[in-house]
């Protein structure tokens, strides 16, 4: 059996792998490597994306920092308390996290942005070790369909028991609340499927049960 412990160096997956050394021949300024997680190593909200953008975290190599998805998640993050800046621009930038952990559910860019389900599972076992490290009254917020069904492979537990909702709350066996939310993707946001308020709602709920317990 492979070690999960988690390297920039993984290249378990040949598809991506092949995919990333082509992307460090036509940008040689790009990170271009497995993203590494980003925060808090006692993290009381982890954040659970899909998978590194091109010109985001596979550019700067920090999750969210460097395009339009990390607009939203960052400007949020700070207003509620987990980041000490609105605006992540590169990995040196001093922007620091508070009780708070970003990781995706896929390490590598993939092309078209679409991970295969072998490429999904591969790199599952990696978020299991973040899951299984957390406290048991830690929140986890799933942006998206993939990244909750992601959540859900990692802990061992039935799909159908748990549906993805935007704003959906889930108590789960292990003692973690999960959190859904749409992504904050260019597209969800453009068209209005995920506004700012409906995200700030979620962080509303995030907080309070961090702050209340409750």
């Known amino acids: 059996m492979k070690s999960s412990c988690f390297s920039t160096s993984c290249t378990d997956c040949p598809r991506l792998s092949s995919f990333l050394a082509q992307v460090r021949i036509s940008h040689p300024n790009y990170f271009a490597q497995p993203v590494p997680p ?12 899909l998978a590194p953008g091109m010109h985001g975290a596979n550019r700067t190599g920090r999750p969210f920092t460097g395009d339009f998805a990390g607009i939203l ?11 000490s800046r609105p605006v992540s621009e590169h990995a040196a930038d001093g922007l620091v996290l508070f009780d ?9 860019l993939p092309p078209e942005n679409k991970p295969e389900t072998s490429e999904i599972k591969i790199c599952n076992r990696y978020l299991s070790d973040e899951l299984k490290a957390l406290d048991e009254y830690t929140s986890v917020l799933a942006l998206g369909q993939i990244a909750h069904k992601s959540v859900l492979m990692a802990l061992g537990l039935k799909q159908g028991d748990y549906a993805f909702g935007h704003a959906a709350e889930h108590r789960l066996p ?6 859904d939310s749409y992504h904050c993707s260019r ?21 309070q049960k961090i702050d209340t317990g409750t």
């Open 38 to 49: 980003f925060g808090v190593n006692e993290p009381r909200l982890l954040i659970v994306g």
């Open 73 to 83: 998640l960052y400007e949020t993050l700070h207003r509620y308390g987990f980041a």
């Open 100 to 108: 708070c952990r970003i990781t995706n559910a896929v390490k590598c």
């Open 174 to 179: 292990n003692g973690l609340t999960l959190f």
């Open 187 to 207: 597209y969800n946001t453009q068209t209005k499927r995920l506004t700012p308020a409906m995200f700030h709602a979620v962080f509303e709920r995030i907080r």
